[in-house]
């Protein structure tokens, strides 16, 4: 069974740095595109940053310049880089995934973990 297994999050003051990180556990093939979204209270769940399924990257406008995805191959892990944080960073961020089984892909999110940043 796939598991997206999260780590990092937490609180932080603004201007601060944090890493999040969501590691995909269990068996499959490929993972076609792999990164994070976050959800503030009362709002929709939106894109932060994404490895595509062409393996470039995608941001959210309101990230770009403070905020870098990365991955690891080897342990089929992307890492969240998110410097020069704000208040309206603060949300529950969640990893997402496409992941592939030779004949079928199937989507996936992490449990989620909090991102709190102070004024």
């Known amino acids: 069974q796939v598991q997206l297994v999260e780590s990092g999050g937490g609180l932080v003051q603004a201007g601060g740095s944090l890493t999040v990180s969501c590691a995909a556990s269990?068996?499959?093939?490929?993972?076609?595109?792999m990164g994070w979204y976050r959800q503030a209270p009362g709002m929709q769940r939106d894109l932060v940053a994404i490895?595509?399924?062409?393996?470039?990257?995608d941001y959210a406008d309101s990230v770009k310049g403070r905020f870098t995805i990365s991955r690891d191959h080897a342990t089929n892990t992307v890492h969240l880089q998110m410097n020069r944080l704000i208040p309206a960073d603060t949300a529950v961020y969640y990893c997402?995934?496409?992941?592939?089984?030779?004949?079928?892909?199937?989507?996936?999110w992490g449990q989620g973990t909090q991102v709190t940043v102070s004024s």
């Open positions: 269990g068996r499959f093939d490929s993972i076609v595109s």
């Open positions: 490895f595509t399924s062409g393996g470039s990257t």
């Open positions: 997402h995934a496409y992941i592939y089984f030779g004949r079928r892909w199937d989507e996936y």
